[in-house]
């Protein structure tokens, strides 16, 4: 009698060692994802950008994720949407692309996938990539680029710079179609 007590003793504690490994495993397991994972998930997003109350851009998405880590970053995994608004409240320029990522320490925003701007006066520019930096009001980028305009003139480069306004742009390897149109002389 006392050896199959001991037995199933045995047995159990066998088992409770056996299933509590396991557990802590689990637990230390699903402890380090949660602290990789987002701290934060918002759908159907809309940031009004405002300066001394006038309202200069706005950002629609249908996703953003706030992740928690040392330096804190936005990401927007679907789609990203930004209006750019002149101090009378009329659209500047649209910018669309399939993902984003905005870095609060870098005061950065990146673009990534099927980046298209498309200005008020028609211009479009086209890339995989398009960098906004807060801090020095440029845009850029290190890939290659098109840029058609409004009559058809279509200039490409390797990469690019352009002040905030998107008008200064310096362009690296630029080469294109341009439209003369009568009176223009070479």
């Not at 199959?4 to 230390?28: G, I, P, R, W, Y």
């Not at 380090?32 to 994972?37: G, L, P, R, S, V």
């Not at 409240?89 to 320490?105: A, W």
């Amino acid at each position: 009698m006392v050896f199959k007590q001991t037995m199933v003793s045995l047995f159990f504690a066998v088992l409770f060692l056996c299933s509590c490994e396991n557990d802590l495993k689990d637990v230390e397991r699903i402890a380090n994802i949660n602290a990789e994972e987002p701290i934060d998930v918002s759908y159907g997003v809309t940031v009004i950008y405002s300066d001394s109350a006038v309202v200069k851009a706005k950002l629609i998405s249908s996703k953003m994720i706030k992740h928690n880590v040392d330096s804190p970053f936005y990401e927007f995994p679907k789609d990203v949407l930004l209006i750019f608004y002149d101090k009378n409240k009329k659209e500047e320029r649209r910018v669309t692309s399939n993902y984003g990522l905005y870095f609060e320490k870098k005061n950065l925003v990146e673009l990534r996938h099927n980046v298209v701007v498309t200005m008020a006066d028609g211009t479009i520019f086209k890339s995989e990539e398009l960098f906004w930096d807060n801090d020095k009001r440029i845009f850029f980028n290190k890939l290659p680029l098109t840029i058609t305009s409004p009559d058809g003139s279509i200039l490409e480069g390797n990469f690019f710079e352009a002040d905030e306004n998107f008008e200064h742009r310096k362009i690296n390897g630029a080469r294109g179609v341009y439209n003369l149109k009568e009176g223009d002389g070479l």
